[in-house]
């Protein structure tokens, strides 16, 4: 039977909802508080550069494939995809360069050079990996985690001990490799996920199978085509997006139903809500404390991922010593980590992070000139004055001219900052944070927030707060989750 849903937010999890829900014949309308459209993934046009505000890396290319052929389309319907070769650039030091490969052999015989047998062991490594991958992504991503029971009966239940799942990601590598320089590269991507790779679940290594074998991809015009596609594919759908509307309240009726939400003063009624905004705001300021699942005491104890802060720089001129993402490796990660998830404050000599998309794609920048994003993870909630802002792009833009042996500062021409405040302002993020929660073993699966709430039977949420969890590929599955979930229920 068709229904009236109401989904808050246009993030990833927000558009991806939307579309199965269309799909499956209901009249889907989307609220979203800003006047664009895709949540923390929203692109800036501005004196001819064209900054993708969010995400960066296009990982997991089988996730967004799945996600258009569930309606029968392809991501090139929508976009053109390139893989990047080399992959990324890492900076151990000055003059300490690593450009990771795209082919299999010659990143083997990179591991190789660093460590003899690394290779041989990488193998190894890597037929793991991928075991977990198919597991996690076939079977585990796509559970909705209400009960512990759903893994029963499923692969998992009986793959429990080998996808890792109680012992932590660090030592796991370390069983492999011995250099710090492999183990640095490999433990990368979990700091995607958030977390200390001491408390990141081994279960992870799946995302070295991501960054290895399956690469880095882009979409040609920046990461907002993405959102376009999805907006597009919304809209054949029957899909109607409402920009400018931030819902203020989510209405509940006597019989303990959501009877609608109210936008801009006035009650819009529904049938069904699905909430793909920030999960602590939905609740702390949209519900009334008798509906809310979680206590704030229980979101002060959660361990989130970190925020950051964020610059999007256009310089005038060319930059030779950068690829299109570039990690700054060359301090030590254990003080940065500690400031972000032990001790919070703001650390003393971060890593970070330089994306430079005009590299690959000439659309993103005036003619002769650089696009670059650069990011330092932080503890959320940081006090993040323009002082302390101001700090930090000196100490980075300082490192990056000297590990690049380019000068940048005098070339900039444009020049915007976002942090804590930002994220907090724009979407109404918990302590400001960028992605989420940390992918830690107490947050996995089953123990991560609900995607249903307790007291309200046709009230939802979804998004990277809730399962399966931070970024875009598992947001993308979190539509189709929920979507699979509202399905069942209206069978009942
Ligand atoms: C700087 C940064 C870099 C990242 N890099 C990567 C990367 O390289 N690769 C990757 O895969 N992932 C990356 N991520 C993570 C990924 O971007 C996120 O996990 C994902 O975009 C979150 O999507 P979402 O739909 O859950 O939330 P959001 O994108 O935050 O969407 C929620 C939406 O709800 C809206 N909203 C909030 N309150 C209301 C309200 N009351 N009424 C109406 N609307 C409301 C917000 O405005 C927002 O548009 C990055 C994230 C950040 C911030």
Redesign the pocket.
């Known amino acids: 039977m068709s229904k009236n849903i109401s989904i808050?937010?246009?993030?990833?999890?927000?558009l991806s909802t939307a579309c199965y829900l269309a799909q499956q014949g209901h009249r889907v309308n989307v609220?979203?508080?800003?006047e664009h459209l895709?949540?923390?993934?929203r692109v800036m046009k501005t004196d001819g550069y064209h900054f993708d505000m969010?995400?960066?890396?296009y990982?997991m290319p089988d996730v967004f494939d799945q996600f258009f052929e569930s309606f029968g389309k392809k991501c090139s319907d929508y976009y053109e995809l390139k893989r990047l070769s080399p992959s990324y650039r890492v900076y151990f030091g000055e003059n300490d360069i690593l450009d990771i490969p795209s082919n299999y052999e010659d990143f083997r015989n990179m591991f190789e050079t660093i460590e003899l047998g690394a290779g041989h062991q990488l193998d190894l490594f890597l037929e793991e990996a991928a075991k977990k991958y198919k597991v996690g992504m076939n079977d585990l991503v796509h559970t909705p985690c209400l009960s512990i029971f759903e893994f029963v009966n499923k692969k998992i239940f009986s793959n429990i001990f080998s996808i890792d799942l109680f012992q932590s990601f660090s030592n796991h590598i370390k069983k492999y490799f011995t250099h710090p320089k492999l183990i640095r590269l490999l433990e990368f991507p979990v700091l995607?996920l958030g977390a200390m790779p001491e408390e990141t679940p081994a279960l992870y290594s799946m995302m070295n199978y991501a960054d290895i074998k399956l690469g880095t991809w882009y979409p040609m015009g920046g990461m907002g085509k993405i959102i376009d596609g999805m907006v597009t594919l919304a809209e054949s759908l029957g899909v109607t997006f409402h920009t400018n509307?931030?819902?203020q309240k989510i209405s509940v009726g006597s019989s303990n139903k959501c009877e609608g939400i109210v936008v801009n003063d006035k009650l819009i009624q529904t049938d069904i809500v699905v909430s793909?905004?920030?999960y602590h705001?939905t609740e702390m300021n949209?519900l009334e404390d008798k509906f809310k699942n979680y206590s704030e005491k229980y979101w002060d104890s959660r361990v989130l991922a970190p925020s950051?802060l964020?610059f999007y720089l256009g310089v005038n001129k060319k930059i030779n010593n950068l690829q299109h993402h570039n990690l700054f490796f060359d301090k030590p990660f254990s003080p940065h980590a500690i400031d972000i998830y032990k001790t919070p404050k703001w650390p003393e000599e971060p890593l970070f992070y330089v994306s430079c998309a005009s590299k690959t794609d000439d659309s993103v920048a005036p003619e002769g000139k650089e696009n670059l994003f650069i990011?330092i993870p932080i503890a959320p909630n940081l006090k993040d004055d323009e002082e302390t802002r101001a700090i930090y792009f000196e100490k980075v833009l300082t490192r990056l001219e000297k590990l690049t042996g380019e000068s940048i500062k005098d070339y900039i021409e444009y020049k915007k900052s976002f942090c804590v405040t930002e994220f907090k302002n724009?979407?109404?993020?918990y302590k400001g944070n960028?992605?989420?929660l940390a992918n830690t073993l107490m947050q996995t699966a089953v123990l991560k927030p609900k995607i249903k709430n307790k007291k309200i039977s046709n009230l939802y949420y979804a998004?990277?707060l809730t399962v399966p969890g931070?970024?875009?590929?598992p947001?993308l599955i979190s539509g189709s989750i929920i979507a699979t979930q509202i399905k069942k229920d209206l069978v009942k």
């Open positions: 808050i937010g246009s993030g990833f999890a927000g609220y979203e508080k800003n895709g949540g923390r993934a969010g995400p960066s890396w990982w995607f509307a931030g819902v793909a905004a920030d705001h949209l950051s964020l990011l724009e979407y109404n993020s960028a992605y989420g998004g990277q931070p970024g875009i590929p947001c």
